[in-house]
């Protein structure tokens, strides 16, 4: 598809566990985005990639996130050791411009919920 | 950074216009007034975006106060697909990367 795709769209892991989840962003596009959003809230920022750097990961909650993407294209949200309130909804979202671009609109894909047991 | 206030909710009936007000005090000269909206178990879509003139698009309307510490984002005929969580948000001129949503204003579209 021509969107922004996530995998999984669920997944369940049991605390402790560590989980990988998936961005295809839209072909092309330079930035690319990871939210978390809870239940209830508003998507809440984790990191930030420029091509393949990663320009910004002030959002990541503890040393337990990381998020990679290698080639500059796929993107990888890796979670460590799995508790319980992270369990919520993560959200990748691209954009085809650089971060420098007030117009630049954001895509967002599905997302992939995760509930921690 | 500077942060918006919207209401939590707002109702309309369907195919009446429907206004939504977001107020930005603090907003900044470089700062962009953004507006997306998520539907039931989607990720979040672009609106429209404006910086002081009032911006037309196919999905809707932007009027911005002249001091520009107001804003409200206008459907013009509400249907069913427009009931969505809103979210109003500041960009500044550098494109900062931490858009902040808030709780946005939940859209109910009564038939």
């Known amino acids: 598809g021509a969107g922004v795709s996530q995998s999984p769209r669920y997944k369940v892991a049991k605390r402790g566990q560590d989980v990988a989840l998936r961005c295809d962003p839209i072909?092309?596009?330079?930035?690319l985005f990871w939210y978390q959003q809870a239940l209830g809230q508003g998507p809440e920022f984790l990191t930030y990639?420029?091509?393949?750097?990663?320009?910004?990961k002030s959002g990541l909650p503890s040393d337990r996130f990381f998020a990679e993407r290698p080639e500059g294209s796929v993107s990888t949200l890796k979670i460590q050791r799995t508790q319980q309130e992270d369990s919520a909804v993560y959200l990748c979202?691209?954009?085809?411009?650089?971060?420098?671009?007030?117009?630049?609109?954001?895509?967002f894909g599905e997302g992939s919920r995760l509930t921690v047991l | 950074d500077a942060k918006t206030t919207q209401p939590n909710s707002m109702e309309s009936n369907e195919e009446e216009p429907v206004h939504l007000p977001c107020n930005h005090s603090?907003?900044?000269?470089?700062?962009?007034i953004h507006w997306y909206r998520q539907l039931p178990s989607q990720g979040p879509e672009y609106v429209i975006h404006?910086?002081?003139s009032n911006v037309n698009n196919r999905m809707a309307s932007l009027a911005i106060a002249e001091d520009r510490k107001s804003s409200t984002l206008i459907l013009h005929r509400a249907t069913l697909r427009d009931a969505a969580v809103y979210y109003c948000?500041?960009?500044?001129?550098?494109?900062?990367?931490?858009?902040?949503f808030g709780t946005g204003t939940r859209l109910t579209v009564i038939p």
């Open positions: 603090t907003i900044s000269g470089t700062d962009y």
């Open positions: 072909s092309g596009h330079v930035s």
């Open positions: 404006g910086l002081t």
């Open positions: 979202a691209s954009s085809l411009s650089l971060a420098g671009g007030p117009s630049g609109e954001l895509f």
């Open positions: 990639f420029q091509n393949e750097a990663q320009l910004d």
């Open positions: 948000i500041l960009r500044d001129y550098g494109g900062a990367n931490n858009l902040f």
